[in-house]
């Protein structure tokens, strides 16, 4: 465990409790977030995860943008219920095709921990993370069950600050589930 992991720890409880609530400060406090962690998974040989922060920064931005467009009077974000049928294919699809590509990569060209597993994970929370800045209640279950996985997988590292955020991270999806319909249903 080091500072840095510490920091991480702190700064991404702090993005997803402003993600929960809505708030705006969730996207740059999140590109805080993304950019400690590169470090603590490149230090970990965590690729893949390295490389998602990445992306994350990239969808931080993006969801940024998003939501301040369509931020409601009350300074909170509306958020879509429903996710359609097709939806739900269509990402758990691009999930899966990200694994099989992003795995092989590692696999191949790298020595990476766990290529495939790190490749999966990575590739289903760019999905959620696609979901969370289109404002999809649909993102929450599926950050827990991502997250109730890399909880493991951080264990096996021994990373366990950080299997803890991830643990903190399932019972915190789970309040964001609870608060996200609920919005919707008041918006309804």
Known sequence: MSLLEIVAVLVSVATVALTIARALLCWPVGLLSVALYAKVFFDARLYSDMLLQGFFALMMVYGWIGWRRDQAQSGAVRVADGLSWRGWLAGLSAGALGT????????????????????????????????????RVANW??????????????????LYLTAGLYAAFVVMAVLGLRRWQGAARAAA
């Open 100 to 135: 099989v590509l992003l795995g092989g990569v590692m696999a191949r060209f790298t020595d990476a921990a766990v290529p495939w597993l790190d490749a999966g994970l990575t590739s289903y929370s760019l999905v959620a993370q696609y979901w969370t800045a289109r404002q």
């Open 141 to 158: 279950w599926l950050w827990i069950g991502v997250d109730l996985v890399y909880t493991g997988l951080f264990l096996w590292k021994a």
